[in-house]
């Protein structure tokens, strides 16, 4: 099977090395990839992975790359492309791709649709309001006391979210957003949500249009410095399973949450065959869904690819088939841990092109996998390239063993401006976790 994977992060690194994995596959791009990407092999063949310098964004590049190359899969990491609507414009032409389409992407595209369609569907969320009303959204905010989120509706590239804890602080909020316009036309309406306290955690569940398959539970961790400090990142570290939620409990939240999802789509004629990935906060009364995103969690997909046990061709073949419910999901029982390793002065401004060391040494330790993120080739080096450099991914026999082993191997890496989090992974070691 000749297949195409678009994106160049750590996410679309791990997919790609756990597609090349797969028998089935005799064929393998990654648009535009990174250097990491390119020093994959398939398992089948020993074929190299090609990157192809098109950007995730150039649908009509990419349909013509895909049409020439006879692509027979498809297969999109990023939200971007899903929400301009690459798996319809791939369909029209005939195309196998994986992915969500237009109408599908937009439980990530709007907040406020997925806000409506959690309260139409009965899935348990925060209180909340969607508004166009500079007035009426003010408020709501004060009738929740000014403790509160405030959400930009569209996509905002993560920043679109304003967290409050009085009114004023709200007020202002508002204001940045719907009057000032802080996230462009993403602003035009707000969701409102009550500030729910919690643990939060991250759930992935592979859907087909009919039948969803949850994956265990993992723990991003947003901020840029130890203990939840610092500015929003894109994620600076994942490990899974986290000891959150039982088995238990958490097929208990599939329940409470896919299983109206999945209905609400059918009475609304969404056809969500792709990755539904919502955010959640484990509250008092039980979990409550804060987001959704319509694709694979970045690094969260890390440390999921490293434990699934399943060939993810087929996997994705059957999302796309409609036939995953022949398929049950099968998970090492080895935790795994990936720590982020990020560019100096990330995720402000920062430097490209340091000489990246020590990958090699790295990769040779037991259980390890180095993604890359934002990496080049350059001289016969491999180079820095973005804020995000590295997802340095190890598998343990529990998690204290994978966090000692994923730090074991960041030590062995080296490039000028380096950092990265101590302590992922430390919330679930503590005691009483
Ligand atoms: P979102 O993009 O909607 O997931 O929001 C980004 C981050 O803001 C989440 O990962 C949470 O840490 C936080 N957040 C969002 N909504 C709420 C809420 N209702 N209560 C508390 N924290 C929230």
């Keep these: 099977m000749k297949i195409l994977v678009i994106g160049s992060g750590g996410r679309e690194h791990a997919l790609v090395w756990k597609l090349a994995q797969s028998p089935h596959a005799t064929h393998l791009w990654?648009?535009?990839?990174?250097a990491g990407i390119a020093q994959e092999r398939l398992a089948g063949n020993g074929a190299r992975v090609e990157c192809v310098n098109l950007g995730a964004e150039d649908l009509p590049a990419l349909l013509a790359f895909a049409r020439q190359q006879q692509i027979d899969l498809t297969v999109v990491g990023p939200d971007n492309p899903l929400a301009l609507g690459i798996v319809d414009l791939f369909q029209k032409h005939g195309l196998r791709i994986w992915g969500?389409?237009?109408?599908?992407?937009?439980?990530?595209?709007?907040?406020?649709?997925s806000q409506r369609f959690m309260e139409k569907y009965g899935i348990p969320?925060?209180?909340a309001g969607s508004f166009d009303d500079v007035a009426a959204a003010k408020r709501f905010c004060a009738a929740l006391g000014g403790k509160c989120v405030v959400k930009a509706d569209g996509l905002a590239l993560g920043k679109g979210v304003l967290i409050c804890s009085h009114q004023a602080e709200a007020e202002r909020a508002v204001d940045e957003i719907m009057v000032s316009k802080a996230f462009g036309a993403a602003g035009a309406r707000v969701v409102i949500q009550e500030f729910l306290e919690g643990i939060e955690v991250s759930l992935h569940a592979l859907c087909d249009g009919a039948t969803a398959r949850i994956f265990p539970t993992s723990q991003d961790h947003k901020r840029a410095l130890d203990g939840d400090l610092g500015l929003n990142t894109g994620g600076m570290g994942t490990y899974s399973p986290t000891p959150f939620l039982t088995d238990a409990q958490l097929a208990e939240a599939a329940r409470t949450i896919l299983e109206p999802f999945l209905r609400g789509c059918r009475e609304e004629g969404i056809d969500y065959r792709g990755l539904l990935y919502p955010g959640i906060m484990l509250t008092q009364d039980g979990p409550k869904v804060l987001e959704f995103n319509a694709r694979f969690g970045d690094p969260e997909t890390q440390v999921y690819l490293t434990r699934l046990e399943n060939d993810l061709v087929e996997l994705l073949d059957a999302s796309v088939n409609g036939t995953l419910d022949r398929h049950e999901l099968k998970w090492s029982p080895l935790a795994s841990v990936c720590v982020v390793m990020a560019s100096g002065g990330y995720p402000g401004h920062y430097a490209k092109g340091k000489v990246i060391t020590g990958l090699d040494a790295a990769n040779a330790l037991p259980h390890a996998k180095v993604f890359h993120a934002g990496t080049a080739a350059k001289d016969g080096h491999i180079v820095t390239n973005g804020g995000r450099v590295l997802g340095v991914t190890v598998l343990g026999e529990d998690l204290k063993t994978a966090q000692a082993a994923a730090y074991a191997a960041a030590e062995k890496i080296h490039f000028e401006g380096a950092h990265y989090r101590r302590d992922i992974g430390a919330k679930a070691l503590r005691p009483g976790a």
Excluded: D, H, M, R
């Design 30 to 34: 990654c648009a535009p990839g990174n």
């Design 125 to 127: 969320t925060a209180a």
């Design 100 to 113: 969500v389409n237009q109408q599908a992407a937009q439980f990530e595209s709007s907040k406020v649709f």
